[in-house]
């Protein structure tokens, strides 16, 4: 007669394990299968692998594990995904260069199958389903409620534009940046944007680096920043990564950043536009037509060939990293698991199919979720091209 361990060392045992093997162990026996189906197991196994998403919402009908498959699922079909496993549409119209998902581009918790997008034309029109944190070509930040649009605080940043503004994945941290030479960049503590003290400026803290040009926040590590900045008359591209922290200091909460790693680019290499991260220890960018992925210290890990032509526009969030290019085409990539080599993997490439085959004449810019991808082409700076890509589910 087999030994039977009792439930909660089964479960400690069980806990060290990987997904794979968890689906493994529920098939031994009735005893293993009814403890592998512990909700707390796929939960913890969910927060290990999507640790940058919000949680808070309900799972609905769904268990944890159900959960993790379907997305599981769904990472696996957009890795593998071909152009024609997409169902294509278009709009046109002034629909301007900047888009966003409404329904988020991470997991998600209600078994939402429809991805939902805005756009913002030239005439600056904002919907907003979230909060959103609005910057100004007078250097002021605003804070805004939904889905009424009611100001919470205006804060004046600069002397110049804000020109990078960007929340970090946890909504802890604002950090805006113009990219006149003489700006020193200023990361905001969030709450203090949200309940803003009547003759008290909000919690904040300028980063000693000035002439930033591009930031992004580590999905993956939420209080990890990355700059990326330009120095010199040669203009040579640097980038420099910080972590922050907030601290009590004689009776009052102070803003730390500790700068834990910075390196220049070769002299020979064409400077970047755009940049994105992952993991807190790799960043992404674009140089001429090729795809860099590089350590936040340097260290060259890959490069890709995927374009013919430069590329125009890169956006990268945990999951994805999109690149696009003047003659209209978009290549999809996947950031591997930690631990595997290679770190990101080029999955599709896909090309503008509508019926205007005039190349781009402005930046073009891409946008994913786990089940499509839309993509901006501007033809000029009144007209643009809608192109969405629907995975067949």
Partial sequence: MALQLPDLPTLKIFSFLDAFSLLQASQVNREWNRVAENDHLWRNL???????????????????????????????????????????????????????????????????????????????????????????????????????????????????????????????????????????????????????????????????????????????????????????????TGFTTFDLMTERTGGRTVIQAHQVATFLLPVHMESPIWMGASDGNMIVFESGPYLFLFTISGHQLQRFEDHQRTIGNLWADSLHVLTTSMDDSLHVYMWEEEGRYPYLKSCCHLEHIGSDLTPSCYVSKAICDNVSIVCVVSKNRESSILVMYSLHT
């Fill in 46 to 236: 969910c927060l290990k692998k999507w640790s940058f998403c919000n949680f808070s919402k309900c799972l609905g009908s769904q268990t944890w594990k159900q959960f993790f498959l379907k997305q599981t699922k769904q990472e696996y079909q957009m890795a593998l995904a071909q152009p024609e496993d997409f169902i294509f549409k278009e709009a046109t119209g002034n629909l301007g260069i900047r888009t966003a998902y409404l329904s988020g581009n991470g997991p998600t918790m209600g078994g939402r199958e429809k991805s939902i997008i805005c756009t913002v034309s030239s005439k600056h029109m904002l919907y907003a389903w979230d909060v959103q944190e609005v910057g100004n070509s007078e250097g002021d930040i605003y804070t805004l409620t939904v889905p009424e649009l009611r100001g919470v605080s205006k804060v004046h940043a600069f002397k110049y534009t804000v020109d990078l503004l960007h929340c970090s994945p946890d909504k802890k941290w604002v950090f805006a940046s113009g990219t006149h030479q003489n700006i020193l960049p200023r990361v905001f503590f969030t709450e203090c944007l949200l309940k803003p003290s009547e003759g008290k400026s909000p919690l904040s803290l300028s980063i000693p680096f000035s002439s930033c040009c591009r930031a992004c926040w580590a999905p993956r590590r939420t209080s990890r920043i990355t700059l990326m900045y330009r120095r010199g008359s040669s203009k040579k």
